[in-house]
């Protein structure tokens, strides 16, 4: 059946077994290259920031030890490093399932509406109802995400056409705006504790400690694992609705278990470090030129350079702007943004 | 009654409608400026306002209103007035409600260089609105080339615009995240517009714009409206295309950068101003005195629902983004579901 199923460059006339273990090498030969450079990008991330570290401390410090002051500066850039990464490779994923099951390369849940309305959930949750626990903050920001999530998808998805990437797109820069008013509305008036909201408006991994990032967690994996059982789902659904319900795929419930893990993994991201806009554009793209087009090899390789992104992302912002920080949110936009026009400019205009 | 008699007797109800159109908004915008001037913490009589606005000293009043309210209001009234100017302008030979500058990154490329210009480099206004003008014109020709590729398709532009603009209001969080010190008043004028603290320093400028490129803009109205049947048509009827489309661009983006250097991206004035002004006006002829005028409305109103129906006070880009991005929304879905191209 997967076979079948198998993305274009598996059927390719040459398709044969020999053919698909060649590409299946390679694949998983990218895959480790990028787990590598993850891995020195993590390295980077523990050493680099406000203040210089030597190596010998960075040793030192890995192993247990916080007495000097660059120890405890180690120490305490390690959990940031774990929440960049998990929150890269949540968006990553994010991106790539969002992109496949609405068939349209401009899905991100930033540019959607979808942090923005995880964002606002939580702003209206601590303003209004005293919400405190980050265990609260993923359960609101995941309710926020699924009710912005279908809102635009209803929104973009009216009349002809159904849901092209320019309705959607549109849809989601409207949601969005609306989102940031009324969130600005909520923060206006609670002055006080303007700076500490601010980190929703912008999205940043600098106030990460190990216990909130753990508490989280097992949102993270039942989202990863919900967006793994959908991955034959979406190389299917890659062909249409109705060649895919033709091959036997159950199509109403690959899009709602899909629909599921993003706006969990969402969510969860979302309660982690803020809105961050552009990761999951920007890493399905490059996944597909290294891993190919089958969700199955997309998945996991989304994961791994998103990780690598965004905390590249906040090592950048860290360094550039020393002693100050650029909110990793900024930095991803900047990346983000180029490569959003680049595509807009290489579809055709009748296909927006 | 020869036909020629009904054609002219219904061309001149049809334009003497529109008039009246016309006039009823700008009755609004007088009534409104008017209150602006009159509710505050202490109520001041239409009598009293007015003798401050001539020039009298009368006591407690004249530093009220005419130092604190005064400003406020004409700053209120230019902005509003520039961004629906502007706003339509674009809609109008874009032929698109949604490419409006405040979707497509003008404004965002305004009010990022404003930001520059007043953190980092400490200019004074007239240059702030200097830097904000040559941004705004740097964005808008950025945003056209980029989408230019065999011809300008208005979905592209709009989404290369959406792009830009992401780019620019992070470039925009960015300066007054590494600000001295995250001033609020002023982060809130420039990541989502307000005519608080305004001063009739900060006003010169976008007056003197106004006065200037308003004008010049009306003037382009008539052969900007025949631009609608394309560009052959319109040149058959004796129109210099790219003269009147040149012309009408920098206008426009002046405007709206005077406009954003004065009081920071108001939100969806400029998207808002042409579609309401389409609804109260006949159709027929050109909207933008119309669009402005209710550009202004819109601004003032918004201005006093945020500074007086709430518990808290709100800074007036809340107000037109809550009331605008809804809008937003409705006409997507109406554009979908006509099944027209956006």
Known sequence: MSATLAPPSDTSPSGTSAHRRTSAARRSAWLAVSLVVLGLIGVASITFGAREIAWSDVVSALSGNDETLAEAAVAKRIPRTFLAMLVGAALGVVGAVMQGLTRNPLADPGLLGITPGASLAVVVGMAFFGLGSPMGFTWVAIGGAAVAAVFVYVVGSIGRGGATPLKLTLAGAAVSAAFTSLISAVLLPRIDVMDSFRFWQIGGVGGATAERTLQVLPFLVVGALLSAASTTGLNALALGDDLAAGLGERVVRTRVVAALGSVTLCGAATALAGPIAFVGLVVPHACRLLAGLDHRWLLPSCAVVGAGLLTLADVLGRVVARPDEIDVGILTALIGAPVFIAIVRRQKARAL | ?342
């Open chain 2, 1 to 342: 009654m020869s036909t020629l008699d009904v054609v002219t007797t219904g061309r001149v109800r049809r334009s003497r409608a529109r008039l009246l159109a016309a006039l009823g908004i700008a009755v609004g915008v007088v009534a409104a400026f008017a209150i602006s001037l009159m509710v505050g913490h202490t109520f001041y009589g239409p009598g009293e306002v007015l003798r401050v606005v001539l020039g009298e000293t009368v006591p407690g009043a004249s530093f009220t209103v005419g130092e604190l309210r005064l400003p406020r209001a004409v700053l209120a009234l230019l902005v509003g007035g520039a961004l629906g100017m502007a706003g339509v302008t674009f809609q109008t030979m874009l032929h698109n409600a949604l490419a409006s500058p405040d979707i497509i990154g003008v404004s965002a490329g305004a009010s990022a260089a404003a930001v520059f210009a007043i953190v980092v480099l400490h200019l004074d206004q007239g240059l702030v609105s200097l830097f904000a003008v040559v941004a705004a014109l740097a964005t808008a020709l950025a945003i056209y080339v980029l989408s230019y590729q065999d011809g300008v398709a208005g979905t592209r532009l709009i989404l290369i615009g959406i792009g830009i603009a992401a780019m620019l209001h992070s470039v925009v969080s960015y300066l007054l995240a590494g600000a001295a010190a995250w001033d609020l008043p002023a982060a809130m004028r420039w990541m989502i517009g307000s005519v608080n603290d305004a001063e009739w320093s900060t006003l010169a400028p976008l007056a003197i714009a106004v006065l200037v490129l308003g004008p010049v803009l009306v003037s382009q109205a008539g052969n900007l409206r025949l631009l609608q049947f394309g560009d052959d048509a319109a040149a058959a009827l004796g129109v210099r295309v790219e003269r009147t489309r040149v012309i009408s661009i920098l206008a426009a983006v002046g405007l709206i950068a005077f406009a954003t250097a004065a009081a920071g991206p108001v939100a969806f004035v400029a998207f808002l101003a042409g579609p309401i002004a389409a609804r109260i006006v006949p159709a027929g002829g050109s909207l933008i005195v119309p669009a402005g005028l209710v550009g202004a409305l819109l601004v003032l109103g918004a201005d006093l629902v945020g500074q007086w129906a709430f518990d808290a006070r709100y800074p007036v880009g809340v107000i037109t983004g809550a009331c605008g991005a809804p809008y937003l929304v409705y006409l997507l879905v109406r554009t979908n579901r006509s099944g027209g191209s956006l």
